[in-house]
């Protein structure tokens, strides 16, 4: 009974990947493409050289930076959809620190780090404080500023800081050499960039589980209502919830516009908002998750380029594979908290739970 | 058309809600289903409309078995149902919520449902403007609506449940007019479902009582009021002796309190509460009294008047101001409003702590709540989900979370669906907080548990408030009467009024 049970349980935690491979292997199949060999070369395009996998690497350090974001705010119950805004107000931030502070490296780097935190905490208490003072839903409140901040990045690199050569999509002129986050020899992965997202998840995991505002943000989100009554001051601990995870979103812009591009463009975020989205909700809102599937998806991203080049296949294929993955972990979800609810229902038919009296009256 | 409803049981869980109910449904006449709060009736209206199935018994329409599998079936055999919160689309318009009711075609005729809509609305004298949003309607309106929608869909059995909380006066005489007009002119039967005694004796011809999920009687209207007050509540022992406890200074002070709610405005009350006092607060559900005493909580918003809380003013104050103040407030809804379903005993413990420190040191906290455990006897351990407690042990579970030298503590049925053990239990815990000097407040439905636990009781009807009678020298009767709208030195048989 106990064995089955527990062999239950695994297969249902691996049933979602399984379910993902097997959908991709079918559109593979429709596309008349080998399903194997697209695979290998998914896995060789990011783990074959050195240079993949420090491109893997360095892919991922956004991904995990906003999928620890938003594991704050989701495990507040505040659908934060406005990371894509808080990346980019970070690099905005960040861009202003490196193009008007002349310093060296370090303290110049340190200031545009702090700056993108900033960044992109103002630009998250903004939608928690639409929510709270204005009745916006943060969904709405979240898309609306992305748009805004979206547009302010283009407006800058198309007025203030257009390239003496005119200004173009490609974004501002290079940032001085101080303002480049060092990289690990010839890799495109900057090592502090890496500590930096590591030290976030240990950092996150800690506030979430072994503080008061951690427990408080818990209760809010399974519970609104009843966090209130017992006393969650709730005002503040949504907008210190936004506050944290545009911090980190706000870091994570810095350090695309400091370490990958060495500028400011225009697609600085680039869609990792969306993606880490989809990192939070495969990691369940629990930090110490976010870093393993970051990096699944940063393979995945990193090495699906390769379809195109050897099998002539879009490289789009990788979403495919990312997006099915996430809605089979969903699915599977779904159903098993359906098992669990209809479960407990047969306990409460036996008589050991009472029903509530508001279902009678 | 007559409808039959035949030994219907339906259970919720250990709950019976219907208990094996039978009652007959004639054209032409108007039934009463008179009950308390819990009795049953809306259960059982929802059999009958099919809203939910019934777990036993038999419906049948002119001898007729039926099954109902949902309240489209009902309606197409003409019973309808007209909720205590009317169930339209509040952002379309009247128009189309009575469109959406009958013409199911992909392009609805809305020339012919303007038509239809005004001559119905003509025939009853009801003044709907077809152009109208519903947010903009009153609730009285909007159950005229309701009962064109169902009109227009043919029905014969028109069920209303506590149709007239909430309308205005005017509003309530035209509807008893409409009513009387569907069965004693057109033939159909109406089944209104009230708890108010006043308005059953006024409108209907029968009236059956129910009292957890039995019928107790039935009867033709008139019938004597006290009859009809004995097998809504039944008749309990005397109260029980109680000691007496010294009572200190006024702690709470209500001074012309008024506050306002969509369907019901409790007005000027004036009420002092003081240490180690019980006052109990009685009435039907939504007469008021779960306005008031959130009220006393900050958690609802007063328009005059004023709320004192140890001589400090406190009108207009935010919860977290009361809870400061040393107020606490347990809700009847205790995994909807007073625990977090998903988190453990000892992380509620640690949340309950509201000036704890910012790091928790979840050994220790796990040590604390091992002790509350055992210190409140809940069934449980440091790491069960709240969920997973039984009823009793979460209401223990909320008692253990409210913080020591409490001077004002306000609870929602602190007893509902809790056997007598657990009660008694929780009694004992809130009376020795009455000797500590906390004030309490409470409501309940609960006749027996009112008089025996409470020094005085407030009675609520319709937002109104009844002067605190003592409750040593008050009876099941007399507070029976005034649950129910009447006063107690009104003649014991009421005539009935056309």
Known sequence: MKITSRLINVLLNLAPILLAFLFTTLILVAAGAPPGEAYRNILSGAFESPEKIS????????????????????????????????????????????????????????????????????????????????????????????????????????????????????????????????????????PLAVILALAAVVVAYFLLRGTRWGLELKAMGKNFRSAFMLGVPSTPRILTAFAACGALAGLAGAIRCSARYGRMIPEISGGQGYLSLLVALLAGYRPQWVPLIALFFAAIGVGSPRLELNMHLDSSLGGVLEGSVVLAVMLVTGWRALLARRRARQDVGAGLAPASEEEIA | MRVELVDIRKYFGPVRANDGVSLTLEPGTIHGLLGENGAGKTTLMKCLSGYQAPDGGAIRVDGQPVFFASPDQAIQRGIGMLHQDPLDFPQMRVLDNFLLAFDRRMLPNRRRGRAMLRELGAHFQFDLDPDAEVTSLTIGERQQLEILRLLALGAQVIILDEPTTGISAPQKVQLFATLRRLAEEEDRSVVFVSHKLEEVDQLCHRVMVLRRGKVTGEAEVPCPVDRLVEMMFGRSLPPAHRAPVDLGPVILQLEGVTIPSYRLTVRNVSLPVRAGEVVGLAGLEGSGQRLFLRACAGLERVTSGRIMLDGRDLTGASYRRFLEAGVAYSPAGRLEEGLVGGLTLTEHFALAERNGPFFIDWTAAQERAAERIRHFNVVGQPESLVEALSGGNQQRALLALLPPGL????????????????????????????????????????????????????????????????????TVEQLGYLIAGKEVRNTQHATRST
């Open chain 1, 55 to 190: 491109d893997a690497v360095a892919a991922c350090v956004p991904l995990i930076l906003c999928g620890i974001g938003m594991s704050i705010t989701f495990t507040a119950g505040q659908w934060n959809v406005g990371v894509e805004g808080q990346i980019i107000l970070g690099a905005v931030f960040a861009t202003w620190v490196a193009r008007n502070v002349l310093w060296p490296q370090v303290p110049v780097l340190t200031l545009m780090l702090l700056a993108g935190v900033l960044g992109g905490a103002l630009w998250g208490a903004l939608a928690g404080l639409l929510k709270v003072y204005g009745k916006v839903h943060e969904i709405f409140g979240g898309l609306g500023l992305n748009y805004v901040a979206q547009g302010l990045a283009i407006w800058l690199i198309f007025n203030p800081w257009k390239p003496a050569d005119g200004a173009t999509m490609s974004g501002t002129d290079p940032f001085p050499d101080p303002a480049w986050m060092p990289r690990l020899g010839h890799l495109r992965v900057a």
């Open chain 2, 407 to 474: 001077r004002l503590l306000l609870m929602e049925h602190p007893t509902r669906g809790l056997d007598v053990e657990s009660a008694r239990w929780v009694w004992q815990q809130l009376l020795a907080r009455r000797e500590g000097g906390t004030a309490i407040v409470f409501i309940s439905a609960d006749l027996d548990e009112l008089l025996e636990r409470s020094d005085r009781i407030v009675v609520f009807f319709g937002g109104r408030v009844s002067a605190s009678l003592p409750a040593r020298d008050t």
